[in-house]
C-alpha cells in the first residue's frame, strides 16, 4: 500500500488549503484514515480522523476549522483547512489503518505566512 499526501505549500494565514492523501497498491478497505501533522521540534500529534463508516474526530486545535472527508472512490481522504493560523505549519502525514497494518504516506509541508 502506498500513500500520496499532497496539496501542501506556502499559504496565507486565514487560508484554506486542502490536503489529499491517495491510496494505491491495495483494493482492500481502510478501517481508519488520519491526518496527523508534525511541526518543528515537536512530538507528532493526531489532527483528524475518519472511518470507513464516515465518523470523523478532530484535535481540539482544529474542531470547527478542519474536515477530513472521503472522495467517491474512497481511495482518497482529504483534509480540507479553513482559517489557518500559523501554528497550523507542520508537515502533514496521513495515515491508513486496516485490521493490524497501518501505512503512512510521505508527508506534506504546510507553510503559514502572517
Known amino acids: 500500500v502506498q500513500l500520496q499526501a499532497s496539496g501542501g505549500g506556502l499559504v496565507q494565514a486565514g487560508g484554506s488549503p486542502r490536503l489529499s492523501c491517495a491510496a494505491s497498491?491495495?483494493?482492500?478497505?481502510?478501517?481508519?484514515m488520519g491526518w496527523y501533522r508534525q511541526a518543528p521540534g515537536k512530538q507528532r500529534e493526531l489532527v483528524a480522523t475518519i472511518t470507513r463508516s464516515g465518523s470523523t474526530t478532530y484535535a481540539d486545535s482544529v474542531k470547527a476549522r478542519f474536515t477530513v472527508y472521503r472522495g467517491a472512490a474512497q481511495n482518497t481522504v482529504y483534509l480540507q483547512m479553513d482559517s489557518l493560523k500559523p501554528e497550523d505549519a507542520a508537515v502533514y502525514y496521513c495515515?491508513?489503518?486496516?485490521?493490524?497494518?497501518?501505512?503512512w504516506g510521505q508527508g506534506t509541508l504546510v507553510t503559514v505566512s502572517s
Open positions: 495515515k491508513r489503518s486496516y485490521l493490524v497494518n497501518d501505512y
Open positions: 497498491g491495495t483494493t482492500l478497505p481502510f478501517s481508519v
